[in-house]
């Protein structure tokens, strides 16, 4: 009996849920793009100490490997491309386990899963966010931590470009992460186990493209694969971060 | 074709069916990997470089196999459990997955094992030691991305979706980590470079390798039983075969 009269309020209600949806589809979805990528940023420029614990954090941590192994110059100008990928990588990894906290705690994670317009867009715009005010950050900042360990002159700018272009990567993967572990109560550690793993190989081709810009081999091969991960990522993530979203809110 | 699917999908009927291939599927594995391993220890011919050390092939190599094969299977256990809501598929991803990780344990102990002799270390940084080593951690991560969830649905769910992002990211993971290998040769030894083996040698390997995929599938077969016993048994059919065995 029940189920009879869902099925007739949804055969009237259906027709017009269809009609609104499919009024101005681009335009919703822009808007809704929009609305998303201002709130995030809104939010996150309000908590400020978000934004810089992972530079912060990324500046400690490049001070603790001269204190621990050499100051000798030498040794650190051929270990530095990949402390400060490592370094730059851990600084983005700590960061990603707020990326949906609040608006899981607060529940505007479960309307943006009501939302008509598709969760993979929404949750892209967030990342997008996430990347711009973590990855970018950090791939500005490293050059002045790279002068602190002696790297040459000539591989700056390569240095920034694979850390912007890979962090990218990293925010997209780690946020399917984040997003399998948003509903648990302690899921930092079980984050970093499910996505320090898959992280490897844009650590590779970033650390690569700075090692072979140091030799003079030339980044180019490494920074057009770090962008082929990162277009990889940008097709495939967003299905991954939806999928597990719905997991976290329904479970 | 899809009614057989179908009843597949039933956790009674797999059941029963199990029960059926299950004492095959031992039976093979038994002889097979009997055979094998008398063969591989004791008849193949030595190696003329390595000596008598090379005989660990006949359980690293069926061991590195089932290591990548048994995570692709998770995986598709994993579609077909998210696409087609099928629960028997996840109680087959979810007792998959320790023994996958056993596998690639294995593997890498005895590659470790190995190259005492043949390198004279037991751990190098090789292409595809390294590949193994994110391979054993992408699968801890599945087991404990499982266990971590109060709701066994969600908990199941969330190794799924993890389990495809992992087989999509294997081929990605292992690439670099080879070119990655390639720019930082060390110069000492290669294990590619141990020339082709004559029949004597690997023969013996290839009824290890199939015993050892015989084995999997009859471990899988009886973890997938046990695994639907428990979390069926609430069920009236499954209280009916305990009252029978009674």
Redesign the interface.
């Given at each position: 009996m029940t189920e009879g009269m869902t099925e007739s309020v949804k055969q009237q209600s259906a027709p017009a849920g269809d009609e609104s949806r499919n009024a101005a589809p681009s335009s919703g979805l822009g808007i809704a793009l929009a609305a998303t990528l201002r709130r995030d940023l809104v939010l996150m420029l309000r908590y400020r100490g978000e934004v810089l614990n992972p530079l912060v954090f990324f500046a400690l941590v490049i001070t603790l490997f001269p204190i621990g192994i050499s100051p000798d110059p030498e040794l650190l100008q051929r270990i530095a491309p990949g402390l400060l990928w490592v370094a730059a990588l851990l600084a983005a990894l700590l960061s990603l386990d707020s990326l949906f906290r609040g608006d899981f705690d607060d529940g505007s994670l479960e309307q943006l899963l009501l939302a008509p317009q598709p969760l993979a867009a929404l949750s892209l715009a967030k990342v997008a966010v996430h990347w711009l005010l973590t990855g970018l950050p950090l791939a500005l900042m490293a050059p002045l931590l790279g002068v602190m360990l002696s790297l040459p002159p000539g591989s700056y700018s390569i240095l920034s470009l694979s850390l912007a272009l890979g962090s990218a990567s990293l925010s997209l993967i780690g946020a399917i992460g984040a997003a399998l572990t948003v509903g648990l109560a302690r899921g930092g550690v079980l984050l970093s186990l499910l996505v320090l793993p898959l992280y490897i190989p844009v650590l590779i081709f970033g650390a690569g493209a700075v090692q072979a810009a140091i030799m003079g081999d030339g980044a180019g091969a490494h920074l057009a694969i770090l962008g082929a991960l990162l277009a990889a990522s940008l097709a495939l993530a967003p299905w991954g971060i939806a999928a597990a979203l719905r997991i976290s809110i329904n479970g | 074709m899809w009614a057989f699917i179908h009843k597949l999908g039933s956790p009674k009927w797999f059941y029963a069916l199990s029960a059926r291939l299950q004492p095959w599927f031992w039976a093979l594995a038994a002889v097979l990997i009997v055979i094998g391993t008398l063969w591989g220890l004791a008849f193949a011919p030595a190696d003329y470089q390595q000596g008598n050390s090379f005989r660990i092939i006949y359980i690293h190599v069926p061991a590195a196999f089932l290591a990548q094969s048994v995570f692709v299977s998770m995986a598709v256990a994993g579609l077909v459990f998210?696409v087609w809501k099928i629960k028997v598929a996840d109680m087959a991803a979810a007792v998959m997955a320790p023994f996958g990780a056993a596998m690639t344990f294995v593997a890498l102990f005895s590659g470790a094992v190995w190259g005492v002799p043949t390198w004279g270390t037991w751990w190098m940084w090789d292409a595809r030691l390294t590949s193994m080593l994110?391979l054993l951690?992408?699968y801890?991560?599945v087991i404990?991305?499982r266990g971590?969830?109060a709701?066994r649905?969600?908990?199941a769910?969330?190794a799924s979706?993890?389990a495809?992002?992992?087989v999509?990211?294997i081929p990605?993971?292992k690439y670099?980590?080879d070119?990655?290998y390639t720019?930082h040769q060390p110069a000492t030894f290669s294990v590619t470079s141990s020339p082709a083996m004559p029949v004597s040698m690997w023969l013996p390997l290839l009824v290890m390798v199939v015993g050892f995929y015989s084995f999997f599938i009859a471990l899988t077969l009886m973890r997938t039983r046990n695994e639907i016993l428990r979390r069926e048994s609430n069920k009236r059919w499954v209280k009916e075969l305990f009252q029978e065995a009674q």
């Open positions: - | 998210m994110i951690f992408l801890l991560g404990a991305l971590s969830f709701s649905h969600s908990g769910r969330a979706v993890l495809m992002v992992g999509i990211n990605v993971i670099s980590v070119w990655w720019l």
